[in-house]
């Protein structure tokens, strides 16, 4: 049975950072690429940041780029976002996604497999 299991998420004042951590079981983790995205009330599932197998590609939303930093430990099956300077814009509830060799990295509907999610507040 695959599982992603996100945490870390939580309320925060604006300009302030958090470290999302999606702790992934039951694939084979090296082999499949790894996502974050968003949603707001309301609002379509957006793309945030993935990372390739080995960890040394990156791909980010245009609105979290040098902001966010997304990485992975193949090691120890777990992906993490760094957020900082962090924006009421940047209010949703945030899903990790695993992708296999196929699909388009920024597509939402190419992942099988997701996460339920962790909210994500900021506010002044």
């Known amino acids: 049975q695959v599982r992603l299991v996100e945490s870390g998420g939580g309320s925060v004042q604006i300009g302030g950072s958090l470290n999302l951590s999606c702790a992934v079981s039951g694939l084979t983790f090296k082999d499949y690429r790894m996502a974050w995205f968003r949603q707001a009330p309301g609002k379509e599932r957006d793309f945030v940041a993935a990372?390739?197998?080995?960890?040394?590609?990156?791909y980010y939303g245009d609105s979290v780029k040098g902001r966010f930093t997304i990485s992975r430990d193949n090691a120890k099956n777990l992906v993490a976002l760094r957020m900082n300077s962090l924006k009421p814009e940047d209010t949703a509830v945030y899903y990790c996604a695993a992708l296999g060799h196929y699909g388009h990295i920024k597509t939402a509907s190419a992942y099988p497999f997701w996460g339920q999610g962790t909210q994500v507040t900021v506010s002044s």
């Open positions: 990372v390739e197998w080995g960890g040394t590609y990156t």
